[in-house]
């Protein structure tokens, strides 16, 4: 394939990876129920990070992990079409997922009857309140650096989730840029970053 041929491709990759990413959880939903498999793929990638980290915050082992995120999932195709509050998926699904979470635990605990108590509505939304805004606010940052450019997500990373920290020399040179200038492309990441949470409603 020729060098003219490939650019298009490549443009035309990239404009259909944004158009995904922009897409509403509604238009997802709705081409879901109607059958759109590609739908259904993005859903599920927009948000397994989100369910595939809610058991190991309950201390349960990666063989646990998989088999929630993968009941999670089963329950959301079989009980989409019951969803009301569109705007509501996310709350939704980590609501799935705590109860799927916690009927695991008390069954290796060996306390079924728990299970019962702990799945009612109140008691739910009095245990899981602080995690499902510590949720709610981690699927925020993940939605923003998607968003973001390449560089600015390595840069991202390298900020606040690298450890220990790279230093700026080191981050430089891995980007392939002058260690003069990384200040300055650390300071625009950060104000993208920041700008994309905003417009979420991040609330720190």
């Given at each position: 394939m020729s060098s003219n041929q490939e650019g298009p491709k490549r443009a035309s990759r990239a404009a259909k990876q944004h158009e995904d990413r922009t897409r509403s959880d509604a238009e997802l939903i709705a081409a879901c129920l109607g059958g759109d498999g590609d739908a259904w793929e993005l859903l599920v990638n927009r948000y397994r990070r989100l369910i595939y980290s809610i058991p190991f915050k309950w201390g349960l082992q990666r063989e646990d992990a998989m088999e929630v995120f993968q009941a999670v999932w089963l329950d959301c195709f079989q009980e989409l079409h019951l969803l009301r509050d569109i705007d509501r998926l996310q709350a939704w699904l980590v609501r799935i997922a705590v109860r799927k979470c916690y009927r695991l635990k008390a069954g290796k605990l060996g306390r079924p009857e728990e299970v019962?108590?702990?799945?009612?509505?109140?008691?739910?939304?009095?245990?899981?309140?602080?995690?499902?805004?510590?949720?709610?606010?981690?699927?925020?940052?993940?939605?923003?650096m998607e968003q973001l450019t390449v560089r600015c997500q390595q840069v991202i990373s390298a900020l606040f989730f690298e450890d220990p920290f790279p230093g700026y020399a080191a981050l430089a040179e891995r980007l392939g840029l002058s260690s003069n200038s990384i200040g300055f492309t650390r300071d625009r990441c950060l104000q993208r970053m920041g700008k994309l949470l905003e417009d979420q409603g991040y609330e720190h």
């Open positions: 019962e108590i702990i799945e009612t509505d109140h008691v739910l939304e009095d245990q899981s309140g602080n995690l499902l805004r510590r949720l709610d606010q981690e699927q925020m940052i993940r939605m923003a």
